[in-house]
């Protein structure tokens, strides 16, 4: 298995607070993503990284920013959590082939 | 945007029927991949195709891509209990030196006992 850890897997926050979840691996890819998946739009992509203080957004990057400032960590940041980003999100790394690892993913629930 | 389509979006079945599940796309990909995902665990990698035609089998599993790089199909013969779970499409576009990834939405497969 790819070496990736999301934390933390289960956070439930309230409308207007911030929130950051963070993705940790131990491969050494230079490619990481965030995705989140809802029922009925399947995964899309959020924002994505390839390198260390190298990301670009995704399809769905509005309210959300990354950061990456070491080649293990890749940090989303909700800076004032609404509702509509209740949500499952999950931290993949990239293969040499463009295939994808996932980690387990973090559980949102925004009230 | 390139959109992938899945179907069925749900499919329900028992044990050692044979199954079939499409993606399907106006647009061309470089590769397309196949993963499956288990309830609260992220998707994992079963196949990745790359050249038109070809035909990847995997145990019970084969997977096709079409000839113009649009489609691919995903057969399943004598479903197991352990086959359940939401089979993901993905296709990966050609150029550019990132990998992102166009994901379909799913077929969430169910096989009972």
């Known amino acids: 298995d790819a070496g990736i850890t999301q934390s933390p897997r289960h956070k439930v926050t309230e409308t207007g607070t911030p929130v950051t979840l963070r993705c940790h691996q131990t491969?050494?890819?230079?490619?990481m993503y965030w995705y989140r998946q809802d029922p009925g739009h399947g995964l899309r992509l959020i924002h994505y990284s390839y390198g260390v203080k190298d990301t670009d957004k995704g399809e769905v990057s509005d309210g959300y920013s990354v950061s990456r400032s070491k080649t293990e960590d890749f940090l989303l940041t909700l800076e004032s959590a609404t509702s509509s980003q209740t949500s499952v999100y999950f931290c993949a790394i990239g293969g040499g082939a463009g295939e994808l690892f996932f980690g387990e993913g973090s559980r949102l629930t925004v009230l | 945007t390139q959109l992938l389509e899945q179907s069925p979006q749900f499919l329900s079945i028992q044990e050692g029927e044979n199954l079939t599940v499409y993606c399907n796309s106006s647009?061309?990909?470089?590769?397309l991949q196949w993963y499956r995902q288990e309830p609260g665990e992220g998707p994992v990698l079963l196949v990745t195709v790359v050249t038109g035609g070809e035909v990847k089998k995997l145990k019970r599993l084969t997977f096709q891509f079409g000839d113009a790089r649009k489609d691919s199909s995903l057969h399943i013969t004598a479903a197991q209990t352990g086959d359940t779970g939401l089979y993901l499409c993905a296709g990966a576009s050609s150029g550019g030196s990132n990998y992102k990834l166009t994901f379909g939405k799913g077929t969430l497969l169910t096989v009972n006992p």
């Open positions: 647009s061309v990909f470089s590769s």
């Open positions: 491969e050494n890819h230079r490619y």
